[in-house]
């Protein structure tokens, strides 16, 4: 009778555990199986991101017996004094710098009279705008505060689509909030984003599903780990409110914004001195390419960084510094990153055989010549 109890309590572990059988091996406590709870990446990453409150001033609108010829008279007469009203604005920030620098969206604090920044912690100060770009739009901000938790970088260059993430901001001021979503795809172009002001030089975003609505604009898009991936800035929504498309600045073209920001005042993006297209198939069929991977070059800029290296129209780029160009996004995200005396290598097909040159990066000149 033991021997039949004995049995029953196997075959039942059995079904229960089915990693059991044949000997397999219990997974250890400590290896990553998927998380049922992202508590741990929000205890890492909600320190690292702020709210920012800020003011301006706007003009208040005149009455409209001011137009009359015969009131203004009266009302100059009167000397009355410019009436203004103060225009509150709300999103969010994250700390990157244990030295105090905040990444946020430019259209957070474009015009801004008084920035604040308020902590996770509770602690609250006044913000100094260090600088900002339109195109890209992104701000960096500088707080003289001590004890600050900056936020751990992602590698946002290999996020894949389907990878779990988590958005972090002050939507509609209620405080700070997280949702959680998935990347739904990567590299996307030619979207109609001037509204925020994202959308002039960069042309490279995450998107996600993860709720993201006004007062998360400048706050972080993190990684399962809790590891910035990138800067949200806009929702793809006519209502303003979140629809299940939205999209973040990839973190390390945010950072290298930054970077210029701080050293330069403004951004200095990197120039090859090529104009290029992605590889579609007629024009890999007409160059003979075994595949559409990497971008062609269809106009070189004279004494510019790649005719300097020997580059010419109708090759092909397939990598820069290593990293494969598979199509025209691709292309774009890597060459945003350049910085003017950077030295990287460049491989391309011409005629079939394959090429490496190495060229110096430099500033985009005022005026080019192309050949």
């Not at 992202?38 to 800020?54: C, E, F, H, Q």
Request: glycine share 12%; net charge negative; charged share 15%.
């Amino acid at each position: 009778m033991p021997t039949g109890i004995g049995l029953a309590v196997a075959a039942a572990l059995l079904l229960l555990f089915p990693q059991l059988r044949d000997g397999a091996p219990t997974p250890a406590a400590d290896e990553w199986q998927g998380p049922v709870s992202y508590s741990r990446a929000v205890s890492l990453a909600g320190p690292a991101v702020v709210n920012i409150y800020t003011r301006k001033a706007v003009p208040q609108r005149q009455h409209p017996l001011f137009n009359d010829p015969l009131f203004r008279r009266l009302f100059d007469s009167m000397n009355l004094p410019q009436r203004e009203r103060m225009q509150s604005n709300l999103g969010s920030g994250v700390i990157v710098s244990d030295d105090g620098y905040i990444l946020t969206n430019h259209h957070v604090v474009d015009q801004a009279d008084a920035i604040v920044v308020l902590l996770a912690d509770g602690r609250e100060a006044q913000a100094q705008l260090v600088g900002s770009d339109a195109d890209f739009d992104l701000a960096v901000l500088k707080v003289e505060l001590g004890k600050l938790t900056s936020i751990e970088v992602g590698e946002p260059e290999k996020a894949q689509v389907g990878d779990v993430v988590l958005a972090i901001g002050n939507p509609f001021g209620v405080g700070q909030t997280v949702t959680q979503g998935i990347i739904s795809a990567t590299g996307e172009r030619n979207l109609n984003l001037a509204a925020t002001g994202a959308g002039g030089y960069l042309q490279n975003f995450l998107q996600t599903d993860a709720a993201v609505n006004p007062g998360n604009s400048g706050g972080a898009l993190v990684d399962a780990r809790g590891r910035l991936l990138g800067i949200n800035t806009s929702i793809l929504n006519q209502s303003g409110y979140s629809g299940g498309i939205s999209f973040a600045i990839p973190a390390n073209i945010a950072f290298k914004v930054m970077q210029d920001i701080i050293e330069y005042g403004r951004v200095v993006p990197g120039w090859l001195g090529i104009e290029a297209s992605a590889v579609t198939p007629q024009l890999a069929r007409a160059f003979k390419l075994n595949s559409t991977n990497g971008v062609i070059i269809t106009a070189i800029y004279n004494q510019g960084p790649a005719h300097e290296a020997g580059l010419k129209p109708g090759d092909v780029i397939t990598h820069i510094d290593g990293q494969p160009i598979n199509d025209g996004r691709r292309g774009i995200a890597a060459m945003a990153t350049l910085r003017p005396g950077d030295t990287v290598s460049i491989t391309f097909i011409r005629n079939g055989a394959i090429n490496t040159v190495e060229a110096t990066v430099s500033e985009k000149p005022k005026t080019q010549r192309r050949s």
